[in-house]
């Protein structure tokens, strides 16, 4: 059986937890890739809300080996605090598996992520402050810290007081910042790095088993394609490749064990953090979106800004990512409204119209959405588990997104629980 990559399709927060949740039924391992716990994904299983950001959303499942992988950059502290809350859930940790080629996010880390964004001003990205931007700076940088340095204590105290040489020359020299204290960081850690150590061994070796063996390995996304480093709308992204091929690059997985890439899309769009948004909504339709569909971070708790879904950013998606198949989440969101909007085309500062995507940022922060409009459809549809039972202008809303994105739908999902889900068809 293959290795089947799940990601965001739009700016983030497509729901791609729940979507790895339900096939992690039938795989036998999650890998996470990228990202760190600037993510936040959240899984609900009856009266339990689950709000993951380090751990890959298979944990849940006992069969499901969960692996954070090398691409992955972590915060030990904020990874006992979310092995406590599943320890506290009941749920068993015996299948985590945590690569030491994976980079730590530091507290300096965080330091300097908050005073970038300070020193940007109006210019400032609205990072998650998690440190995550200067962590893939070091590591990029080949000065990083990684997980096998975090679990030999004296390794760790040794690399920290290196790297302070620098950091505190930037944190003093740059920012004004008071220097740190190697003893500060090293304390803060070490009960951390103890609670992690049995858990670290070579996860490029069991990913690579798993698929000789024939299993199934689910790699989960963090953030979206378009908030990639590469393709995403630069400045205005994360400082990893959320993108397929950053799922091989993180997990160790080989490109030709791809089998499935699965494009998760929410019905509308929604983005946290500054850069363009074409079909953002400024008015009460926003704010109903926000409203209705809860629209409130997993790990900031920043308002999202939300608009309606937008094909041609979709269509950009498809193509870097080869979306074999389509996810389509928060259908039940959509509900109760007259009429829907779909973005097929931007209008250019000229006046022409494109269906195509510009890849320069600064023009999609110019351009005006162009907009087709379909019959929206009342009622809840929550209990909806087949496609037919879904109200038909629901039906026709599932189709023309999968027409015009040319990618069929595998699954649609219609409510906030875990079995709130139409499988029309087995991604691989
Ligand atoms: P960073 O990843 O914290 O450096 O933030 C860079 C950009 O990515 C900001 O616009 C964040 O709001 C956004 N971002 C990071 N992680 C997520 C996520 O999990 N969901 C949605 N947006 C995110």
Known sequence: MPAIVIIGA??????????????????????????????GHTVVIGDTVLKLHQIPSGITRPHVAAVLGHGMVINPPALVEELD???????????????????????????????????RGAHALGTTRKGIGPCYTDKVARRGLRVRDLVDPDRFAACTELALERVNRELTGVFGHPPLAVEEIVDAYAPAAQRIAPYVEDTGRLVHEALERGETILMEGAQATMLDIDFGTYPYVTSSSPTAGGACQGSGVSPLAVRGVIGVVKAYTSRVGAGPFPTELLDEMG????????EYGTTTGRRRRCGWIDLVSLRYAARVNG?????????????????IRLCVGYRLPDGTVTEHYPADADLLGRVEAVYETLPGWQGEISTARRFEELPRAAREYCTRVATLLRVPIDLISVGAERNDLIALRWPA
């Open 10 to 39: 739009q700016w983030g927060d497509e729901g791609k937890g729940k979507i790895v949740d339900h096939l992690a039924e039938r795989a036998a391992m999650v890998v996470r890739y990228q990202g760190g716990n600037n993510a």
């Open 85 to 119: 809350i599943l320890a506290a859930e009941g749920i068993p940790m015996d299948n985590l598996h945590i690569s030491p080629s994976a980079h730590v996010v530091m507290p300096y880390h965080l330091r300097l992520d908050a005073l970038e964004e300070e020193m």
């Open 287 to 294: 704010d109903w979106l926000v409203e209705r569909g809860h």
């Open 323 to 339: 979306f074999s198949g389509l996810a389509l989440t928060r259908l039940d969101v959509l509900s109760g409204l007259e009429e």
